[in-house]
Each structure stands twice: as C-alpha cells, then as structure tokens.
C-alpha cells in the first residue's frame, strides 16, 4: 500500500502543474492547441496506416468452348495460339498487355485468370473472386442461339455471387467470334440473355437458407429483368480472339488496373 501511495504522490506531483498551466492559458490558444493535436494525430494515422493495394486481377469466366484461352494468350502474347484445349485448371498469369510492350511509359502488370468453363470446375471461380478487378464474362456469339439458356444460367451465378455483390465487381459481357459473318450482335445477345435470366429469376424464387448466405436477388421485384437493375456495372463488347481484335477487351481492363 506505501508503494502505491507514493506512485499516486508522484503523478500528483506532474498533473497538479499541468492543471495549472491549462486553468492559465487561454480559451483561444486552448482550443488552437487542441485543434492541432487532434490534426497531428489524424495525419499520423493516414501516414503511418499502411495503404490497402489495389487489385490487378482480372478474370475470364464463361463456357467452355467460348474461346477465353484464345483470348487469355492474344492479350498476353498477341497470338492466339491456335490448338488450345479446352483448360482443366485455371491458366493464369501475371504481365503488361502485349499491345503496351511497345509503348513508352510504364505499365502496370495484370494478373489475369483463365478459369475453366466445365460445369465441374466453376467452383475454382470462387477462388479468384474475392481478389477481382474485374471480370470478363465471356459468351460465344457464334453458336450463342445453341448455349444461350448455358450461358444464362452461369451468368446468373456470377451476378448474384456473394462477392461480385459486396465488392461491386463490374462485369464486362464479351461476345467472342464476332470475325464470323454468322455471328450474332452483341444487341442481340444482350436482350436474349436478359430474357433468359428474367425466367431464371421466376424460377429461383425460392431459395433454401444455405443458398441465402451466397445469393443475391437480382433485378428488381415486378419489373422485367435488365442488366441495368444490376447491383455493380454490367456493360457489353465485341471481339476476335482468333484475328486479334481485342480493343474493347483492353480498354476495360485498363479502366479497372490503371497504368
């Protein structure tokens, strides 16, 4: 108890003179005072937290057969290596776009993932989602009338997956094989997906508890769906991976992973 007693003598003994000072000082230095401190401490924090990094990684997703691989090796390369295969693991990568190589300036690399389109190796998406930029969804315009209920299906998985929700990952609706006179628009494309996902949404109604946890409702209740109602940014383009014609690819790339 002495000990104790002698310690509270001691602080006594500093804050009795620093009472003091601040009774003498006045209210307009007291307060400057304050302000300062209370500037100095918020500054400290934005200095001294380390910065949250932003991602650079950008997925392809979509059904096997849409060409992501062609794509995924004409960014990467600018060939599209022709006799790819359909993947069985993720074919991932981390480099500058090839159409910056020869560009002056510095270029930030992206990390982009070539996830695999069977039905039985979706699941991996879920790894690369949490970590996503963005995501290239990629539809084959070519035989799209064949795979439009497919490709709908997937589509709707992805928007309506717990992380693409949080995180407000925008989604860019690539329709491959446009170099094919038979080819469908990407207009068209667009409507027949929202067609077919509005009767996804009419047949997902009920939802179990465990899927509650991982799915989102999508659209809006008593309206036709449109990707518009999305919760994060859905936007449409056109490319050839097999002549190269991956511009529209690029750019929104480049507006998610700055330079």
């Not at 491959?176 to 009767?199: C, G, P, R, W, Y």
């Not at 997902?204 to 109602?229: C, H, N, W």
């Not at 014609?245 to 507006?255: D, L, P, Y």
Request: proline residues 5%; glycine residues 6%.
């Amino acid at each position: 108890m002495e000990g104790m007693e002698h310690w509270k003598s001691k602080l006594q003994e500093i804050v009795n003179p620093l009472q003091q000072q601040i009774l003498r000082t006045p209210d307009t230095q007291l307060y400057t005072a304050i302000g300062m401190l209370i500037i100095t401490i918020v500054f400290s924090m934005f200095v001294l937290l380390p910065k949250r990094k932003k991602s650079n990684t950008i997925i392809l997703a979509g059904l096997s057969g849409s060409g992501k691989t062609v794509l995924f090796y004409q960014l990467r390369d600018g060939s599209s290596h022709q006799g790819t295969v359909t993947s069985m693991e993720p074919n991932e990568g981390t480099f500058v776009l090839h159409s910056e190589t020869d560009k002056k300036g510095k270029w930030k690399p992206i990390h982009l993932v070539d996830v695999p389109g069977h039905s039985r190796l979706r699941p991996k998406l879920d790894d690369f989602l949490p970590q996503a930029a963005g995501l290239v969804y990629v539809v084959d315009s070519l035989e799209f009338l064949f795979i439009c209920r497919a490709s709908a299906e997937y589509l709707y998985d992805i928007l309506t997956n717990a992380s693409v929700v949080k995180k407000k990952v925008p989604v860019l609706i690539l329709c491959n094989k446009t170099e094919k006179v038979t080819a469908h628009s990407k207009d068209f494309i667009q409507k027949q997906l929202e067609k077919e996902i509005e009767k996804l949404r009419a047949s997902r109604t009920v939802i179990s508890d465990a899927d509650m946890k991982s799915e989102y409702a999508l659209g809006i209740p008593g309206e036709p769906f449109a990707f518009s109602q999305s919760r994060n940014r859905v936007c449409f383009a056109e490319a050839s991976g097999l002549t190269g014609e991956v511009s529209q690819v690029e750019q929104f790339i480049r507006e998610y992973v700055k330079p």
